[in-house]
């Protein structure tokens, strides 16, 4: 668990935080709204810290017993709530409010994080009301939500609400780097597939292989083109595997289009297929770049709208393989 000085990027929201743990001026509740991986819960475990920490004055010191255990997972006085199945449900806000009213077991402070705030249930919502609205002495909530516009209006109204922004390419590599002991043009490719998200670089790089596979069978299919057969892509039949399958021909022409525009490296989404991309972009004119992806676009809109998965992928494959 980092401290507020290890969270890279959102330089005002720890700025602020500092402030306040430096003066004092502490809310009740705070709200950390922002994309899906972006770093809240990292910033909103890092405050936590910081409240709890015996010695640290504006973030926590790092090195006392408080620090020791927050970072653990196992202080007493930080409460983690996350959902139960697909939503936060009504006991575990009963919990929440039973656990406020009980003294801190170490220092002065109690700290509740509630992941995907937004999943509360209506009832859930309502309970937590009822705590914001009369808080305890000492207890301090953090609401991390992907999605603040479908928290209840009246409990954002008693939380302090901060905006994350997604972050610089350069500070995703930060966090990835740190993450994984250093950069590679994979790490360097999910970072830039991130779209800012640090959160999601990390679960790209694990699916990193799943998409080198993808590659080689779109580029053995190229290779053979105009092909008599297709290739059996059993392994991408379910919805799940097509979007992934699509999104990632979606990219990778995207990138063939801009390589044979611009010529540069700069604007490659997929940097460490530069290869594939340049042999890609010899192998097929411009027009049938611009065609293979509206293809895959349109295919793609299409498996939302539950069309036949096989038809949509057969229509892609015969486009690509020159049919």
């Known amino acids: 668990m980092p401290t507020l000085r290890d969270v890279v990027g959102h330089e005002k929201i720890k700025e602020r935080l500092a402030a306040a743990l430096a003066g004092d001026r502490l809310s009740h509740a705070y709200l950390f709204g922002g994309p899906a991986g972006v770093g809240k819960k990292t910033?909103?475990?890092?405050?936590?810290?910081?409240?709890?920490?015996?010695?640290?004055?504006?973030?926590?010191?790092?090195?006392?017993?408080?620090?020791?255990?927050?970072?653990?997972?196992?202080?007493?006085?930080?409460?983690?709530?996350?959902?139960?199945?697909?939503?936060?449900k009504i006991h575990q806000l009963r919990s929440v409010q039973d656990g406020a009213a009980v003294t801190p077991f170490g220092g002065d402070r109690q700290v509740y994080l509630v992941e995907r705030a937004e999943k509360m249930t209506l009832e859930a919502a309502n309970a937590f009301l009822k705590v914001l609205e009369e808080p305890p002495a000492?207890?301090?909530?953090?609401?991390?939500?992907?999605?603040?516009?479908?928290?209840?209006?009246?409990?954002?109204?008693?939380?302090?609400?901060?905006?994350?922004?997604?972050?610089?390419?350069?500070?995703?590599?930060?966090?990835?780097?740190?993450?994984?002991?250093?950069?590679?043009?994979?790490?360097?490719?999910?970072?830039?597939?991130?779209?800012?998200?640090?959160?999601?670089?990390?679960?790209?790089?694990?699916?990193?292989?799943?998409?080198?596979?993808?590659?080689?069978?779109?580029?053995?299919?190229?290779?053979?083109?105009?092909?008599?057969?297709?290739?059996?892509?059993?392994?991408?039949?379910g919805r799940a595997d097509l979007e992934e399958f699509f999104n990632y021909l979606i990219l990778l022409f995207r990138d063939v289009m801009v390589r044979q525009k611009a010529g540069g490296d700069d604007l490659l989404v997929n940097i460490d297929c530069r290869r594939d991309v340049d042999e890609l972009a010899r192998t097929y004119a411009a027009e049938e770049v611009l065609d293979i992806l509206i293809t895959a676009e349109n295919a793609s809109r299409k498996l939302a709208a539950n069309t036949n998965q096989r038809l949509l992928l057969d229509t892609v494959l015969f486009k690509i393989a020159g049919f």
């Open 43 to 88: 910033t909103g475990l890092a405050f936590a810290r910081a409240l709890l920490c015996s010695h640290g004055d504006n973030d926590a010191c790092g090195v006392c017993g408080d620090c020791t255990r927050s970072a653990r997972g196992v202080h007493p006085d930080l409460h983690v709530i996350r959902p139960d199945g697909a939503f936060i």
């Open 138 to 237: 000492g207890v301090i909530f953090i609401l991390v939500s992907d999605d603040p516009a479908a928290i209840l209006p009246t409990v954002l109204s008693r939380c302090q609400r901060y905006r994350f922004m997604r972050l610089s390419e350069e500070e995703v590599l930060r966090v990835v780097a740190r993450e994984t002991g250093g950069i590679t043009e994979q790490v360097r490719a999910a970072a830039r597939l991130s779209g800012g998200c640090p959160g999601l670089a990390l679960e790209l790089l694990d699916r990193m292989g799943r998409r080198d596979r993808m590659r080689e069978l779109l580029m053995r299919l190229v290779r053979q083109r105009p092909a008599s057969t297709l290739l059996p892509l059993d392994e991408f039949s």
